[in-house]
T-cell receptor
Framework: DAGVIQSPRHEVTEMGQEVTLRCKPI?????LFWYRQTMMRGLELLIY????????DSGMPEDRFSAKMPNASFSTLKIQPSEPRDSAVYFC????????????FGPGTRLTVL | GDSVTQMEGPVTLSEEAFLTINCTYT??????LFWYVQYPGEGLQLLLK?????DKGSNKGFEATYRKETTSFHLEKGSVQVSDSAVYFC??????????????FGQGTTLQVKP
């Protein structure tokens, strides 16, 4: 089975530009999580979905960040406008159902905002 | 709220040395406990898990025992290899009333194994 797929793997953009990160969860998984990893703050949960519905977005840093899950096989994380402090590795993870423990992570998108 | 605390790194060992990475947690209810590993340039991978007190999770020579009395889940390996060099994350699941499947991670511990 294919694992969690993320694209792009690397993104370099200039401050003020819009950035869209994409995630395809493992087929059959009902929960999807977006994380951000930086040296300073470690691994942070940004938002998660169950059955395509956002459950908790309290980790989203500010209004510049938004996430959608239009169907069970696709999610996006958008940053508009981007800022240099958004530079990080963004991970998507999925799990089988609400309350299931094990999360499976994608390879991440390394975002650099100049 | 729930939280996980790991020993600070980096941990530097010689090949074949014994490894312990400490992890303690604070939680309401009865969480599951996890160790994830992140190799350079990759995402996190589940290494092992334990779902209830006194359970021992094991994989690839790594072990950790769920100790409710000391609220700990220390990771151990008897003989490390250079290929074990990675960042190790301890985590617990949110099994409160909402039972969301949300994981709470520790800050990660970098392990470097030298030949």
């Amino acid at each position: 089975d294919a694992g969690v797929i993320q694209s792009p793997r690397h993104e370099v953009t200039e401050m003020g530009q819009e950035v869209t990160l994409r995630c395809k969860p493992i087929s059959g998984h009902n929960s999807l999580f977006w994380y951000r990893q930086t040296m300073m703050r470690g691994l942070e949960l940004l938002i998660y979905f169950n059955n395509n519905v956002p459950i908790d977005d309290s980790g989203m840093p500010e209004d510049r960040f938004s996430a959608k899950m239009p169907n069970a096989s696709f999610s996006t994380l958008k940053i508009q406008p981007s800022e240099p402090r958004d530079s990080a590795v963004y991970f998507c993870a999925s799990s089988t159902r609400q309350g299931s423990d094990t999360q499976y992570f994608g390879p991440g998108t390394r975002l650099t905002v100049l | 709220g729930d939280s996980v605390t790991q020993m600070e790194g980096p941990v530097t060992l010689s090949e074949e040395a014994f490894l312990t990475i400490n992890c303690t947690y604070t939680a309401t209810g009865y969480p599951s406990l996890f160790w994830y590993v992140q190799y350079p340039g990759e995402g996190l991978q589940l290494l092992l898990k334990a779902t209830k007190a006194d359970d021992k999770g094991s994989n690839k020579g790594f072990e950790a025992t769920y100790r409710k009395e000391t609220t700990s889940f220390h990771l151990e390996k008897g003989s490390v290899q250079v290929s074990d060099s990675a960042v190790y994350f301890c985590a617990l699941s949110d099994r409160g009333s909402s039972n969301t499947g949300k994981l709470i991670f520790g800050q990660g511990t970098t392990l470097q194994v030298k030949p």
